[in-house]
């Protein structure tokens, strides 16, 4: 079995967290990216270390391990948790699998990381927080990721919003748009059944945009109005089955059954107004996370297509000289910049999974909560349940459960 | 009394087309701007005339005359109407005069231009519409002022979305974006009480928009989930009363009587989605219109801060070489552009009424029903009543009144 | 003849400013518009009156007359500059006639509007200007048409930089590119004709440039080092003569006798340094005229194909928050705006002939040299010769004859 | 001494190829993420191996080591590519002992990847790529680093050209615009040392795009027209010497014996005209390299600012739909994107150095010439000759010796 990838040398100085994977997909490439390279651009308390990756697929799991550099390879990630030499389990699956897997690290005295949708009910969340609650109080964290929040254009948002740039929140509009369900040819993939996946857009895209809205906001959302869509209800069977990786039609069809698209209107707590839009049929969007924030100071917006950009425009300033400007927030003083480049060299999408293995590192070494945390995962939980509980009700303004 | 502007050379050539407008702020300028210029650059049927102009005040409207070129004026807008040399009533006023003006207007013979939203409530709409239809008959003409469906880019687009390039339409995002009304002391005008304007930014903007999607989209709406807002509820009273020209404050406050912003979702006759958003406090957007439509051929978006520019995905081309393309909606087989400049050499907001009454001149040469007409304008209005039932209605799914 | 289209009521209130106009093509119709509407929006001393228009086609003249709202139409500018209503010249030929029209209107006492570039070369722009100053020691006043120093935006960029937000001034890049020329089948126009335009791009695009390049720095070039192209050297002859309005092919082929494109680098007397670009085979590019100034305290940019925009960097802001701000020039307080709309409603390209003639007009009322005189004319000639001697002599730098 | 991070179970699959570097600043942290993550992303021939680092400070070499995971640390260059561990020598030092370097590794049997420029001089470029012909002859490659070649959309555009989608070119611009010279307290690093560096802006800046522009237009210049200039003649001493990392002043001034910009005209061999700009002094521009080509079918446009986005105008459609379309280079069919995420989820600066190990894998594992060869690098280095014998000349036209 092949060795962790970290070096004798650094061992030497810095103990290790070391990491077990479950999930090898799309999630768990841009992980692995992310604990490889989080303790070669930041100092670090602890050096992180790929130990083990779990997945069904002996032979799947067993090229990832070797393609993303992961020391070993198990298949039952209940074999996974049990590794004395895994500290933490990050948690790459589908939504179905979170709460059971999340609980059992937890009760194993292992750290956390599970992607989000935290899981795919309020019920299964609220478990996973309890479990979070009474784990944190034996020292143990456990972090939900919404990597959204650790572009430093909008780690760069949220500290400018804290300072009072933006003033008394009116506004916020936000959509996260993508296009790839366009063609009714795209075969039936996990994302597209609710077993898996517990909802579709809304969950998928819905969820960050709802929790990237209330962190930069810097408050909660009280209720919403929503409206949700099927646009096409049947899609070709993939090759290897519903759960595999493949997108590549079988032959025969199955009915879709999340929702494609899911829109609403919203109120936050201080009453200011937002819309949130998810979406896989925006044609031409391929990944268009765009919020604005309009206050009595000021505004903020951020296109994640263009992610290394932040837009400010300074309201307190004579209307003259005024206007939107373009932050390249690529500066040494900006959030996560410290590690990378000069000024002008932009980050890609995978920085984001860098920052947050950086920063859930510190939080381990330091023994402080982990930001976001389960609990923050179950609220946007309740926020989506709003919005289906709203949608079915005929879009009626349906507040948030506290 | 003055003369018209029109010389008398091109007067042997062409009949005039004799306007009367009632109002004269920032609608009435416009208007003669676009009286004024229309048969300057346009090849039209009839000359456009400026007649009289109408308004309250002796010195005010007499002053008015002499600055935009009107030959007469007049304090009474029943004898504007009753001129002899009046062929058409353009009315340029509040929302609470237009059903008066535009009925007595019609009963008199004289084709009308109302503007935007054509009345303060569907019951006035219903009365307007119903005149126009008997005045067609008689063969008047009766036009709403939806200027922006006459910004080159946008008929542009309607020509693209009627050819079939957006192909089935999914999303709809329509935002009409000021900021005006960020500062608490900007003094309460008669856009902000209900008496004179009948809504907020929602009869406003929200007007525009909602024609405007219609429009571009080919179809209607067939019902809203809504939310509604007034963030500053007292504002300063205006020096020279509400009713007035003035943005200065007087000294007292007064409260506000119309929404601030609007909100809402909706569904297409087709079942496409849409947001709509009409804010007077969206800080740092002037006067951001923009709408993007997405279908499953192609997308298209425009922002009137860009005016000269559409923005078009085509989605049957590869991937590879695929992407949002600008176009300067500037080349001489553009909409409206034989009459202007080379490529490239763009136009303005005004021009939006110079294409109006070029369009409107030659539907009253070729007496047929001018697009968008009252009943386009009362559709409108149903839509508008439909948001404010559904926001007091706690955001519930309202459908269109047909 | 027909009346001019002043009326009465405002010839009571102010004096006329009676204008004669050569030329009715493409630069006689902007100029028209710039007449027409400078009274109608501005507050101005004086009232423009169109009075007559001059052309050799007695047919098309008389159109243009009409169309345009000219009162008077004439054959032989000589009779034009004779007319007792005429008070100013305003001359829209190509180059190769400014000098003999222009001498002549000021020997007669009018004062002259030119376009641009003054001339076809230093000899002709210097008997020009002394004509110029011995008519203005008579109280006639000549200004030379570079309309785009009236863009609001390049205006604001202007009083920005005398203001001193760009500082010492390091460099300035600007281009002028268009794409019409691309196709080789395009018809040798007049303006392809050595012996009527004087030169190719470089008169008609980069005259503009180096105009605006040091209006906009505030200070004149010190030399250049330049080289030139013609990429197609034989091109179709047009249908009605080179003359002609004509860009239709009629048979035949002649030599294209200018340059299609003109690139030189240049330093300013500070010691800034600047690239300069004037092309018509800028494929994809309609009326890009974009310019940028860096100084050691910001940095402007501007685009004329967004031409309500201005770019501004404040390079003493701390550069966490620092970066271009889009200005949208529309604000009540930005330059020439108090006449028009309401912010965020932009402006075209013919707004800045409307700007020119307001300026016109009130220097003539106040009887101060306008600016750019002819002199400024003069001057950018004197580059352009420097510009095609350097070209011609391998490029060495050639320092602006004083 | 700490093993190389490698795990043993790739190791058993595929032969490593193992590096040792010389340097470890900005550039050796870029390309030690470049050789780190090409194997965990990209399926290569070869499983990169970070063997040796070395520097001349042995405990910041150490240190460095350690952070950026090298198994071993050398202080002298020779004992580095001396070791048996090492098949590549990757140079990442000022320009003056690229040559000494270059070479002696080469005549060790060592692979050589060299950071741009090639060298300090054309003498020395020649002796380099000597040295690389007759070590190709014995299997060993050298490569030169302009990574600037590696991002998608650069590759994109040079794909596209050589489709034929620009046509005959007629236009390139293209600048390298950065600011940190503005400040003229900013201490004088090697960077601004003749005896180090060998040029300034030029060299740094205008290395990379006349390598750009040359790669993408697929010709090379034939000659140049020049000027260069030293805005700020004297700058504080940095703390740590001249040639230590630090930009912190230590007291003291030298002079700046580099040039602040440099700006040209060119020719390529086919006629197309070009401007270069290379400059320190761009206030409010970071890292803005952005190029533009024109041609009789088409347009390319890229800024590194926005790397993601290529911009592209087709020429061939109909002008009503045509314009400039941001293609975002996320597309699995995109250059170098087989091994990255999902559509719009977009890439880094660092990804040109992944992309750049990668490459060069390849050719080493099929023993082909790496592309850019040292002789493109040499020809670069003729480049510059030229630009600065133009400025030295008083501009005049140079001839690129070949």
Redesign the interface.
Known sequence: ??????????GA?KPPLRVGMVGYA?MGA?H??GW??AG??F?LPRQPVLSAICGRDPDAVRAA?????W?AAETDWRALIARDDVDLVDICTPGDSHADIAVAALAAGKHVLCEKPLANSVEEAEKMTRAAEEAFARGQLAMVGFNYRRVPATA?ARN?IAEGRVGKL??V?V?YL???L?DPGFPLTWRLRKEYAGSGALGDLGAHIIDLAQYLAGERLAGV???T?T?VHERPLPAGGVKGLSAVSAGGTAPVTVDD?A???A?FAS?A?A?F?A?R????????LRI?L??????LAFD?????ELS????TEP??????????V??P??PYLEGW???????????SFVHQARDLVHAVAEGRRPDPSFADGLQVQRVLAAVEESAQK????TPIAV
């Open positions: 079995m092949a060795q962790p990838q970290q070096s004798e040398g650094e100085d799309f841009a692995s990216q490889r390279t070669r651009v100092d391990a070797d393609k993303h550099g020391a760069l400018m009116r506004h509009r959509a993508q296009d790839w366009v109005s929503a409206m869509e646009f698209a829109l609403f209107t109120r009453g107004l819309t839009e979406t049929y925006a044609t031409g969007r391929k990944n268009a604005e309009n206050g009595d100071k000021g505004a994640l297509e263009r992610l290394n400010y425009h300074d309201g209307g003259t000289h005024a206007g939107f400007r373009r932050i390249l690529t500066e003083d900006h480049w000069p000024p002008g060299h932009g980050l890609g999408y995978e920085h005929n879009s009626v303004y």
